[in-house]
């Protein structure tokens, strides 16, 4: 039997450096997803949003990502984003005519757990997704 901390695969920053883009982080994941081996389809892509969607509102709202995790356990991911506000994400009410607002909603539709911890300095945010191996 294995103990939890050889049942989990982490992917974080390397040297400190945190994806300052979707883009990016969402490069990074898809990196991480092939080397768990996650099965292609919705549970990915849902992993991908989640990461966008975090990361998007990390740059706008909050300065940028300060750390960036990824984590897989049995049957699930969870996707970590700090920044430097200490500002508790909240739903926006969207305008039909302007894009955006619908992000974190999103996020909390996505995963099965979504926690939010404030520090000194900044947030944590992570978001747990179901994800077949």
């Known amino acids: 039997m294995h103990s939890p901390e050889e049942e989990e695969e982490v992917h974080g920053p390397v040297r400190g450096i945190s994806p300052q883009t979707a883009e990016r982080a969402r490069d990074m994941t898809r990196g991480f997803l092939s080397a768990v081996a996650a099965r292609v389809g919705a549970e990915t892509d849902a992993v991908l949003l989640v990461v966008s969607e975090l ?3 990390a740059v ?3 300065g940028g990502v300060t750390r960036f995790r990824l984590v897989a356990g049995p049957g699930t991911v969870t996707v970590t984003v700090e920044d430097a ?3 508790v994400p909240q739903p926006q009410r969207s305008n039909a005519r302007e894009p955006g607002g619908f992000g974190w909603q999103l996020v909390r539709e996505l995963a099965e757990d979504v926690e939010v911890s404030t520090r000194p300095g900044g947030k944590t945010v992570s ?3 179901p994800l077949s191996h």
């Open 60 to 62: 706008r709202h909050a």
């Open 55 to 57: 990361v998007t509102n």
């Open 85 to 87: 506000s200490a500002t």
């Open 127 to 129: 978001a747990v997704l």
